[in-house]
């Protein structure tokens, strides 16, 4: 493939190619994607720190295949960029390639959808560790009214707080069970 067609390709993936070079400088195969323009310098990007020790032992062995960063992101120009590297060994050259995470590739939202559930879940669960303890006094509290003599018009008001008792020790049953606590 020509290198014109090479950074068509590139282009059109919206990928970002590099090659390491043996002076430990990075030389890009193709102009950047513009998510990649206004970066600093590869070098000096710093999920490189992290992956460059994994990527040039990689290098350095004979291995086939390709090594994948995780995904981690990036401050460009004011926009929060998800990105991932891949390390690889082409015809002897090391190369580099980093990817802009979009759409369903960007598992952020989804994460934070299932944090922002968790945390209601949580409030939840000590709303109800609130309302329990309450909730047994009042029925503690009803059972000795009833085993007292009361005057029938008392005992008919304690039979409707039973009553109520029992309906609200249903709700809170219903509610989230309070998690154990570490110690």
Not at 34 to 49: I, N, T
């Amino acid at each position: 493939m020509a290198d014109d067609q090479l950074a068509e390709l590139l282009q059109k993936l919206d990928v970002e190619v590099i090659e390491w070079l043996p002076d430990q400088t990075f030389r890009p195969f193709a102009p950047p994607p513009r998510w990649f323009r206004g970066m600093a310098q590869w070098s000096s990007l710093p999920f490189l720190e992290h992956l460059l020790p994994d990527a040039e032992a990689h290098w350095r062995t004979a291995a086939v295949g390709v090594l994948d960063s995780h995904p981690f992101v990036v401050d460009s120009q004011g926009e929060e960029l998800l990105l991932r590297a891949r390390a690889l060994k082409i015809e002897g050259r090391l190369v580099m390639a980093i990817e802009r995470l979009v759409g369903d590739a960007d598992l952020r939202p989804v994460l934070r959808k299932a944090r922002d559930q968790a945390l209601d879940h949580e409030r939840l669960t000590e709303q109800a560790r609130a309302v329990q303890a309450p909730a047994s006094a009042v029925e503690t509290c009803v059972a000795q009214l009833q085993g007292a003599s009361l005057t029938p018009e008392q005992a008919a008001i304690v039979e409707r707080l039973a009553r109520a008792s029992a309906s609200l020790r249903k709700a809170v049953g219903e509610l989230p069970q309070p998690r154990k606590r570490r110690k």
